[in-house]
């Protein structure tokens, strides 16, 4: 990640689709005693878990220095190889490149890095793997998360935490089989059924794509990703008026939704309905754009809460705006201009939040 850059964007551009198509060819599920295992550069864990809980290991970390770029941002400098060498003593995946990073998540994820070393805990260990997944270095998270279901086979966090990086990169089949085991475990987790139906619906899986967007909009009726999900589906079918149907009432349960927006313009526009079609799209681009899962994922926020990177606040800050909740949005965003001070966007937007708060004597955060 360029100096002062956001969090969670380190160095992928040299890695790319690329990178990520040799990772799927080079994991491996192994068969233990105890389970299976992703490899992911765990070697040791071949041998079983009883070699990762032994021979702690003390990390000593390489000096992190606190740079601040010309906007007044900070950011990590260090010795990338040093760092790697510490993580391969602790027994842990060598570490993505944190040069140019933020350095809020990077002192969180080397707090949980040294925990695993000094103790061989697990939830240290999975709450690696939830760092390394709020900065999406989905390669890391994957083999922490791998190793901590190992370790611990109780904690749904860290299967279904395997399950969210294996759909991450792509790997349909596997993260179907972790999610449904996530499932098995604690089938009252809505989410869990809208990532099995997203999966399913990639697959041209139409039937079980449905049923699982089904058993999330009853768990959560007054949500719309449930029924932008099987909207999706009739859209994929070719049942248009399904999907108005379906996704009319995603926009009455949720009107600041614009994908549910989008995609009942896409409906409509099928069905000849251009005028329609072109106001739910203009409303569409007008509404706050959330990004991926984060904003229906409780656990994927419980991951991006803990390593308090950048992403989460903006995502706070959107669904503040959405819900009109402007102390909140003043907060969170005054929380985001202490890591980047020179956000213009963020500047403005919190001008317009003074604004509607009646604040108009502040013009910047305090």
Not at 80 to 107: C, K, Q, S, T
Not at 188 to 194: G, K, L
Not at 318 to 343: I, K, M, N
Request: aromatic letters at 8%; a positive charge.
């Amino acid at each position: 990640m360029k100096p002062g850059g956001r969090d969670g964007q380190q160095r992928r551009g040299r890695r790319g689709k690329a990178n990520r198509a040799d990772t799927a060819r080079r994991l491996r599920w192994w068969e233990v005693p105890a389970g299976l295992v992703v490899i992911g550069g765990w070697a040791y864990l071949l041998f079983g878990p009883s070699l990762a809980i032994g021979n702690r290991a003390q990390i000593s970390f390489p000096r992190l220095e606190i740079r601040t770029d010309a906007s007044g941002s900070q950011y990590v400098q260090t010795d990338a190889a040093a760092l790697r060498a510490a993580f391969e003593h602790a027994g842990l995946p060598d570490p993505p490149d944190l040069n140019g990073a933020d350095p809020v998540p990077v002192a969180v994820l080397l707090r949980f890095a040294r925990e695993w070393g000094d103790t061989r805990s697990v939830a240290a260990l999975g709450q690696l793997a939830q760092v390394y997944q709020a900065l999406q270095e989905h390669e890391a998270a994957l083999g922490c998360f791998a190793a901590a279901a190992q370790l611990d086979t109780s904690d749904v966090r860290w299967r279904y935490g395997l399950g969210i990086e294996c759909q991450a990169m792509a790997l349909t089949d596997l993260a179907i089989d972790a999610l449904d085991q996530a499932r098995r475990m604690d089938p009252d987790y809505p989410t869990t059924y809208a990532r099995l139906g997203a999966l399913y619906l990639d697959r041209n899986d139409f039937e079980r794509a449905e049923a699982q967007y089904n058993e999330y909009r009853m768990r959560l009726p007054n949500r719309s990703l449930g029924y932008v999900g099987l909207g999706r589906v009739a859209l994929a079918r070719g049942d248009e008026v399904r999907a108005k149907e379906l996704l009319s009432t995603a926009v009455r349960v949720m009107p600041n939704d614009f994908l549910a927006h989008r995609l009942l313009g896409r409906a409509l526009a099928a069905l000849g309905r251009r005028e329609l079609a072109r106001r739910e799209q203009d409303l569409a681009e007008r509404l706050p754009q959330y990004s991926g899962w984060l904003s229906f994922d409780p656990r994927l926020q419980e991951s991006n809460a803990l390593a308090n990177t950048q992403g989460y606040l903006t995502n706070q800050m959107r669904a503040a705006a959405a819900g009109e909740d402007w102390a909140t949005f003043v907060h969170v965003a005054e929380l985001l201009l202490r890591r980047r001070p020179q956000d213009f966007s963020t500047l403005s937007n919190l001008a317009e939040a003074y604004r509607k708060l009646g604040r108009l004597d502040e013009g910047g955060p305090g």
